[in-house]
């Protein structure tokens, strides 16, 4: 029986720091998975605020956003309509900024 306990010890000492590793690494994952989601519902509320603009709802804006930082590109037809775009995207609850891609047609 003095033989097991030590092999028992040993064990549980060898298991305890795999197991806060694989714990740290899950809070690391889900954190990812939020900033992620957070991404995603930026993109959306930033997406659904242009195609709700009476001026910029005709245009077909791409949206993206990477740690809340937005990105806009696509093509609209005046300086005006590229302004009104980066006003919108800006006032998004949770845009931390916008880099504004957008050009003007040819």
Same mark, same amino acid.
């Given at each position: 029986m003095?033989?097991? &306990? %030590?092999?028992?010890l +040993?064990?549980?000492?060898l298991? !305890? %720091?795999?197991?806060?590793?694989?714990a #740290?690494? @899950?809070a690391k994952n889900d &954190?990812?998975? #939020?900033?992620? &989601?957070?991404d *995603? @519902?930026? +993109?959306? /509320?930033?997406?659904?605020?242009?195609q709700s603009? =009476? *001026?910029?709802? +005709?245009?077909?804006?791409?949206?993206? +956003?990477?740690?809340a930082? *937005?990105?806009?590109?696509g093509v609209?037809k005046?300086?005006?309509? *590229? @302004?009104q775009?980066? /006003?919108?995207?800006?006032? #998004?609850a =949770?845009?931390?900024? #916008?880099?504004? /891609?957008? !050009?003007? &047609? %040819?």
């Amino acid at each position: 029986m003095k033989f097991i &306990q %030590p092999v028992t010890l +040993s064990l549980l000492l060898l298991a !305890t %720091p795999l197991w806060a590793f694989a714990a #740290v690494q @899950d809070a690391k994952n889900d &954190q990812t998975m #939020v900033a992620a &989601q957070t991404d *995603i @519902d930026i +993109s959306n /509320r930033v997406k659904h605020a242009l195609q709700s603009d =009476g *001026i910029l709802k +005709s245009y077909e804006i791409m949206v993206t +956003s990477k740690d809340a930082a *937005i990105e806009l590109s696509g093509v609209v037809k005046q300086q005006a309509e *590229i @302004d009104q775009a980066l /006003r919108v995207a800006t006032a #998004v609850a =949770g845009v931390k900024s #916008v880099n504004n /891609r957008l !050009t003007l &047609q %040819p």
